[in-house]
């Protein structure tokens, strides 16, 4: 019982932390562009090796 009491409010707080990070990271435009990302890695920016 006496971990019950522990391990409860502890996985509540560690998820409403994460939630907290989720909101956060959402207004901070994380997820804006998720095709640029994806299509960055195609460009070739670096010229040919000498």
Do not use: K
Request: charged content about 20%.
């Amino acid at each position: 019982m006496n971990s019950i009491a522990l391990l409860l409010p502890l996985a509540l707080i560690m998820g409403s932390i994460g939630l907290g990070a989720f909101f956060w990271s959402l207004r901070r435009g994380q997820y804006e562009d998720m095709d640029g990302a994806a299509n960055r890695i195609l460009i070739d920016e670096d010229g040919p090796l000498p």
